[in-house]
């Protein structure tokens, strides 16, 4: 059986030109073949890229699989002669328990569903804010920049105590080092200017609190270093993801005209909609396991210290689990698909990312009732596969005045 077992030999795969919402061809492909095929990463370590629906959804609730930074590889770069650091103090996504849980627990109540919905006027307010902005300037407009980044960039920084005059420059800088493309000594910058003004702030936090999460977490036995690395960790996943989602999100409905009319004409349908989108764009497309012991998958064996890329993308698009997977339908029941993720490192600011998409969407398609792409949809310039999230670079749009 082993010998027959389809082979991935490029990660990550591009998507195909003119198909900028589906997983790359070579991804679906595999999934065809099965849940797992063999892949190997640079410098040869043999892996496993894990495609199918079930096998995705267990193997990153099993405590057999690590998220440990220090045990992974990465799927286009050679780390033989190289020994990878742990993660830095704080930035828990890429630790196992108990450190995962002594970072993730102080953080677990203040993002609640009934914490986050008492945030929707304020969500409300800053949306409307740049719809009003956007109007005022009249099309065209890039939607990104004016109203996908800085929703969720208001949010985190709020929520984070970040002043509002700073903003822009953490929009930057996130941006720098999620895009795929920014060089090593661009990104290397980007990632340090990140820290060192987040030093400052736990500094400035600890001496004058003021009503956020970082002041809060002050009051605890954690030190500077590890209230710097929550914050980065949480300004990171609280921005990039949510801002790429509004845009692609919007790109999606736009070139689907039947389901943005369904969506406009049916506001009950939003949250329906909001569970289909997240399914159907899946921007967190991969998250790598490490396996701690030998373990049976699948009918086949992932030995231990073997690295596993999971694939949110096309376990998302999975014909066993979601009827019609490539085709977008918000009439269609959602639950249960993986794009915040599975199991104890399920995405803490999925209930934030759902209150913001659940206003952002409709308020936008009722503002703008003409609203369309500016450009032909296949010049609408999209992020590499290389990036840790998928996304617009921008999103040119128009509306008749």
Known sequence: MSEALHAVTTMPAERRPGCPFDPPAELIEARRHGPISRYTFPGGEPGWLITGYDLVRSIVADSRFSSRRELMLHPT??????????????????????????????LAGKFTARRMRLLTERVEQITADHLDAMEKAGPPSDLLTAFARPIPAVMICELLGVPYEERDSFQDNVESFMNGETSDEDLMAAVTATYDYLTGLVAAKRANPTDDILSDLTDSDLTDEELRGMAFLLLAAGFDTTANMLALGTFALLCHPGQLAALRADPALTDQAVEELLRYLSVAKTFMRTALEDVELAGQTIKAGQVVIASYHTANRDPERFTDPHTLDLHRSSDGHLAFGHGTHLCLGAQLARVEMRVAFPALLNRFPSLRLAVPAEEVPVRPEAADIYGVKSLPVTWDV
């Open 77 to 106: 770069i050679d780390y033989s002669g190289f020994e990878t650091p742990p993660a830095p103090p704080g930035e828990f996504l890429l630790m196992d328990e108990p450190q995962h849980g002594r970072y993730r627990k102080p």
